[in-house]
């Protein structure tokens, strides 16, 4: 029930950012709708090196402002996507990526969710088990005795 409600709640709030994106790309200016979407394409994918957070669609920051300004200019250019964002990394690097490549310098990011998921796989089995408690096993000799202390220390009556 809960999750239900999440998706719910995730669904309506994605639904919401539809419009914001469509808004601010009314202001930009393409020849043709195609490249529109591929502006779409661009600055929903590329991250502003300001808010770490949000994509180039989404910001207010300044340089997120100028960097949709060039993604439209170097569009209007005639360069492909593909031109386009390896310009975007060789000015800001692998972290103006959502989908960062998988080399050396972001290894770190592919793998630290794989590495807590068996962290917490390991937490869930290390604390999750029951140790199971075994009573103390007595030899015939010792359960003698004990028994034979137990009836010395009875007072008659209290059955």
């Given at each position: 029930m809960?999750?239900?409600?999440?998706v719910s709640l995730f669904l309506c709030l994605a639904s919401l950012a539809v419009p914001l994106v469509q808004a601010d790309i009314k202001?930009?200016?393409?020849?043709?709708?195609?490249?529109?979407?591929?502006?779409?394409d661009l600055t929903t994918v590329l991250r502003c090196p300001k808010c770490q957070n949000q994509n180039l669609a989404d910001s207010d920051s300044?340089?997120?402002?100028d960097l949709r300004e060039q993604v439209?200019?170097?569009?209007n250019t005639g360069q492909t996507n593909q031109q386009i964002t390896e310009f975007m990394v060789q000015r800001y690097g692998n972290f103006i990526l959502y989908d960062p490549p998988l080399?050396?310098?972001?290894?770190?990011l592919w793998l630290a969710p794989i590495g807590m998921v068996l962290i917490g796989l390991w937490a869930l089995w290390f604390f999750g088990r029951k140790t199971h408690v075994q009573g103390a096993m007595l030899s015939p000799s010792e359960q003698q005795k004990l028994d034979q202390l137990l009836a010395e220390n009875r007072t008659p009556g209290r059955d």
């Open positions: 809960v999750k239900v409600a999440l202001s930009y200016e393409f020849a043709e709708p195609e490249m529109a979407q591929r502006f779409v300044i340089i997120a402002k439209q200019t170097l569009i080399n050396k310098a972001t290894l770190v």
